[in-house]
Nanobody
Framework: QVQLVESGGGLVQAGGSLRLSCAASGRTFSSYAMGWFRQAPGKEREFVAAISWRSNTDYADSMKGRFTISRDNAKNTVYLQMNSLKPEDTAVYYC?????????????????WGQGTQVTVSS
């Protein structure tokens, strides 16, 4: 069983930055693939970024060059650094985990989910 707790969301102006954190419980965090997804009101949950246990990464095209996913296995934490934020980045951001050597990019591949953290980007 893995429990995930996101933090770091908030209100930021367009062009600004935020860093989201996702703290995971459990002793096998280092063997888990971790992902970030987001869901805006009235929209489907969409993939943002993912990182394998070996720190291989993958990003949605619209996030490449602006967002960076990283992990600190010693702290059982995965991060999402978000730069050059746009109003369309406004959403609830969710952290997800699954035991995998791959870099899953679809929501149904993930077993564990956090409660989400709100990110609001004002224009």
């Amino acid at each position: 069983q893995v429990q995930l707790v996101e933090s770091g969301g908030g209100l930021v102006q367009a062009g600004g930055s935020l860093r989201l954190s996702c703290a995971a419980s459990g002793r096998t965090f280092s063997s888990y693939a971790m992902g970030w997804f987001r869901q805006a009101p009235g929209k489907e949950r969409e993939f943002v970024a993912a990182i394998s246990w070996r720190s291989n990464t993958d990003y949605a095209d619209s996030m490449k060059g602006r967002f960076t996913i990283s992990r600190d296995n010693a702290k059982n934490t995965v991060y999402l650094q978000m730069n050059s934020l746009k109003p369309e980045d406004t959403a609830v951001y969710y952290c997800a985990a699954r035991s995998s050597v791959l870099v899953p990019t679809t929501a149904n591949e993930y077993r564990y989910w956090g409660q989400g953290t709100q990110v609001t980007v004002s224009s």
